[in-house]
């Protein structure tokens, strides 16, 4: 049985097979780089994250003490290494700062261009 996310982006046509379809560049462009040594380096093009506006909210934490970012994206979204969908829907660069002080809050939302309501 597939992933329910896996699903969705195989029938929005996305497919890259560098990276797992949970990673935050699966789906996006390659390109291949030839130095003069004739090594070629593959890198994956520029990824432009969501304005904030564009995530439904789903509900907010409010950061305790030894709050990790993994654990939060572990208990919200069942999945540690889904951390950057977090940082992505607070506009964040820099993980940690999400947790660095008690009391922010963070906003965990669907996923990018997903609505929860019907």
């Not at 990673?23 to 003069?36: A, N």
């Not at 003490?65 to 940082?87: K, P, S, T």
């Not at 940690?96 to 922010?104: D, F, M, Q, S, V």
Request: proline content about 3%; overall charge negative.
């Amino acid at each position: 049985m597939n992933n329910p996310l896996e699903t969705i982006l195989q029938q929005t046509g996305l497919n890259n097979s560098y990276f797992e379809s949970t990673s935050r560049y699966y789906g996006l462009e390659t390109e291949i780089l030839e130095s003069k040594d004739h090594k070629k380096h593959v890198f994956v093009k520029r990824r432009f994250i969501a304005q904030p506006e564009a995530f439904e909210l789903l509900q907010e934490h409010t950061v305790n003490q030894d709050d990790r970012l993994d654990n939060i994206a572990h208990q919200y979204l069942g999945d540690a290494e889904q951390f950057w969908r977090i940082c992505d829907a607070n506009a964040v660069m820099h993980p940690n700062r999400l947790t660095e002080a008690i009391g922010n809050i963070i906003k965990i939302t669907m996923p990018e261009g997903m609505s929860g309501s019907k």
